[in-house]
């Protein structure tokens, strides 16, 4: 069965300093897609970041970038010069494979809630 | 932008009535999805739909029912509240296509609690 681990429920990190927020997924499905969302404490889900896994490089937007290890089926989040509104939850989650093909529903992971200290 | 909007942030309802919480969303998309969010189960799918009137149970469908009668708008259905049913709810839209980048789009959730 599918599945998305997130083994960190909370972390701190420092104002500018760079952060990894892990992320191992399970399938036997050799097409998938992962994808990364930002929870604020208002509640709204904003897309960060996505990684096919037929892509050739690792994704990066921005600040965000992901650390694609496909033979360890992991796709740590890393976001770089971490700011105070980087304060949040986190969410892996990962497209789902269905009968004939993927779906569009995506596997959650439980999240990471990340606090940066001033 | 796409912009996905639930009816209501917060919402206190009695256990036995039946709840409405409703979707819209502006971007033609044909998927709609509802979740729940609860502490430390992250967001689990209870119905989605790939197209007016077609819907398919998720991974916690007991309990809930949906409707969409219009493309853009996707109802979540509480038959009978119950306190369990107490959660943060989330509902999110995206393209149609399979294997492809896109992502879902979700509203701003709604808090219900049944009291």
């Known amino acids: 069965a599918q599945k998305i681990t997130q083994t960190q429920p909370g972390m701190f990190v420092q104002e500018k300093e760079a952060v990894t927020l892990d992320c191992t997924y399970d399938?036997?499905?050799?097409?998938?897609?992962l994808f990364w969302y930002k929870q604020p404490s208002s509640g709204e889900m904003i897309f960060l970041i996505y990684q096919g896994s037929y892509d050739q490089q690792n994704a990066t937007e921005g600040r965000y970038s992901l650390n694609f290890q496909k033979a360890r089926k992991s796709a740590n989040l890393v976001i770089s010069a971490s700011q105070l509104g980087d304060s949040a939850m986190y969410f892996c989650a990962m497209r789902e494979a269905g009968y004939g093909g993927a779906t569009n529903k995506l596997i959650f992971g439980t999240g990471t809630l990340l606090a940066v200290q001033p | 932008d796409v912009k996905v909007t639930q009816s209501s942030r917060y919402l206190v309802k009695r256990t036995g009535e039946k709840v409405f919480l409703e979707c819209v969303q502006d971007?033609?998309?044909?998927?709609m999805f509802w979740y729940r969010q609860d502490p430390g189960l992250g967001l689990r799918l209870i119905y989605f739909s790939y197209d007016v009137k077609m819907k398919e149970k998720g991974d916690i469908p007991e309990g809930y029912s949906v409707s969409r009668e219009k493309k853009e708008r996707f109802s979540l259905i509480l038959e009978s509240a119950s306190t369990n049913q107490t959660s943060m709810y989330l509902c999110?839209?995206?393209?149609?296509?399979?294997?492809?980048?896109?992502?879902?789009?979700f509203g701003d959730g709604t808090r219900l609690s049944i009291l």
């Open positions: 999110a839209s995206s393209h149609g296509a399979t294997n492809s980048n896109q992502p879902q789009h």
């Open positions: 971007m033609d998309h044909e998927n």
């Open positions: 399938t036997s499905d050799p097409s998938y897609g």
